[in-house]
């Protein structure tokens, strides 16, 4: 039976593809792209020739029914996003658990995506982590922030460059000035920047100093009374 294949695409430097990647983009019969365009450029780094069918929040709604049908009756897909790992803030998920519903099977490759690196780097505990994507742009906003003020989990955010230092305002001034962050610009490409230090620090350069490129926000989770920390480890 034919499947659906989910294929994360490099963030930024073309080299993070997979040679698994490659052979399936080389090999289904055709492929689901956020944008053809940008696809369209690293097929064309790749080497490969290929179908390609828009698929983005614009209209996956309207499409996945006729995707999975055609997957149900023999044609390999594979399913890629702009940059990074279709389903984690792009298009995917939907396609994904219709798929499911319909008993087609779906495969994962591992790859690239920006949230891990940011964590990883950040310095912060990696055990235990919160991924909470793109905040609200208006509405619910500080209210999703509020509801996060107890998290004692490492936390991840995405966020543009227009935002970010509005981002850093609220975090201030929900988590408290003082709280660590670790700010990621840029991952893989040739002017990645992780910033470190108290929200107040962070915010203070990033007031001074334009943001630019694509953010990661790690911020380090609510700190444990030294009490409790002193009974866990009796």
């Known amino acids: ?9 490099p963030i930024g430097n073309l080299d993070d593809i997979t040679l698994r990647a490659v052979k399936v983009l080389r090999e289904v019969d055709f492929v689901l792209a956020e944008d053809t365009r940008t696809t369209a450029f690293l097929l ?19 499409t996945v029914q006729l995707v999975a049908e055609t997957i149900a009756a023999g044609r390999n897909a594979a399913l890629v996003s702009d940059a990074g790992t279709p389903g984690i803030s792009d298009p995917g998920f939907l396609l994904v658990r219709t798929c499911v519903e319909a008993g087609i099977e779906v495969e994962t490759l591992p790859g690239a995506t920006a ?32 509801s ?20 850093l305002e609220q975090l201030a001034e929900v988590f408290g000035a003082e709280r660590r962050v670790s700010v990621s610009r840029e991952l893989t490409k040739k002017f990645e920047q992780t910033v470190r230090g108290t929200v107040a620090e962070v915010l203070d350069h990033f007031r001074t100093t334009e943001p630019k490129g694509e953010f990661v926000i790690v911020v380090s989770g609510k700190p444990r009374p030294k009490r409790e920390q002193a009974g866990e480890e009796e």
């Open 44 to 62: 064309k780094h790749l080497g490969i020739e290929q179908k390609l069918r828009s698929h983005h929040k614009f209209n996956e709604h309207a």
């Open 148 to 167: 996060l003020a107890g998290e004692e989990r490492t936390m991840i955010f995405y966020e543009s460059p227009y935002r970010v230092v509005r981002c």
């Open 1 to 9: 039976m034919a499947k659906l294949y989910i294929v994360p695409t």
């Open 115 to 146: 949230l891990i690196p940011a964590l990883v780097q950040s310095g912060f505990p990696c055990d235990r982590f919160a991924f909470e994507g793109f905040l609200p742009q208006k509405k619910g906003r500080m209210k999703q922030l509020q």
